[in-house]
T-cell receptor, first 113, second 114 residues
Framework: ETGVTQSPTHLIKTRGQQVTLRCSSQSGHNTVSWYQQALGQGPQFIFQ???????GRGNFPPRFSGLQFPNYSSELNVNALELDDSALYLC????????????FGPGTRLTVL | QQQVKQSPQSLIVQKGGISIINCAYENTAFDYFPWYQQFPGKGPALLIA?????SEKKEGRFTISFNKSAKQFSLHIMDSQPGDSATYFC?????????????FGSGTQLTVLP
């Protein structure tokens, strides 16, 4: 069974740029959630995708957007990067929409200069 | 009302001791309470979870105690080992529409001394 994988591991961008982060869900999992974890804090929910549609969103602006593909993999896109977007971005997959157990990937460390 | 409050922020325990981390919540719609362990540079790993219809759940050295009336839950790590040194997060979730999002506490950095 393959766990959740994310790419890239690290990324450095400058303010105003756009970034795309990628996630492959655990084998058999069809729901993907994205979280932002600032340094020294707990993860914060960004949004969740199921059946290629966003079906839940946290308190994040529209410049945070995502996609889910037919193979259940997902992308997180962030436009007009701000310094405060520097964080660890975590992807979590679960078996079905509404499923309790969410399994996290290793994350992508984004630094915005 | 969506917050989960976690304490202490940091904890130092001797090898073989008991580590206790506490969390409190306000939202009575929460119906699932997991604990995650996170090592530096890694994503959070699910340790153990409980539903509010159960007051205690034990898996190996890890035990969750749940007090529904007080809206509090805690993680006990028995016989703590240096390898347990990590950051621990409590979390809570409820179904919002069809989505189930986790609300995390602020984390506890546990150090187990050899």
């Amino acid at each position: 069974e393959t766990g959740v994988t994310q790419s890239p591991t690290h990324l450095i961008k400058t303010r105003g740029q756009q970034v795309t982060l990628r996630c492959s869900s655990q084998s058999g999992h069809n729901t993907v959630s994205w979280y932002q974890q600032a340094l020294g804090q707990g993860p914060q929910f960004i949004f969740q995708y199921y059946r290629e549609e966003e079906n839940g969103r946290g308190n994040f602006p529209p410049r945070f957007s995502g996609l889910q593909f037919p193979n259940y993999s997902s992308e997180l896109n962030v436009n007009a990067l701000e310094l405060d977007d520097s964080a660890l971005y975590l992807c979590a997959s679960s078996l079905i929409s509404g499923g309790n157990e969410q399994f996290f990937g290793p994350g992508t460390r984004l630094t915005v200069l | 009302q969506q917050q989960v409050k976690q304490s202490p922020q940091s904890l130092i325990v001797q090898k073989g001791g008991i580590s206790i981390i506490n969390c409190a919540y306000e939202n009575t719609a929460f119906d699932y309470f997991p604990w995650y362990q996170q090592f530096p540079g890694k994503g959070p790993a699910l340790l153990i979870a409980i539903r509010p219809d159960v007051s205690e759940k034990k898996e190996g050295r890890f035990t969750i105690s749940f007090n529904k009336s007080a809206k509090q839950f805690s993680l006990h790590i028995m016989d703590s080992q240096p390898g347990d040194s990590a950051t621990y997060f409590c979390a809570a979730s409820s179904a919002s529409g069809s989505a189930r999002q986790l609300t995390f506490g602020s984390g506890t950095q546990l150090t187990v001394l050899p």
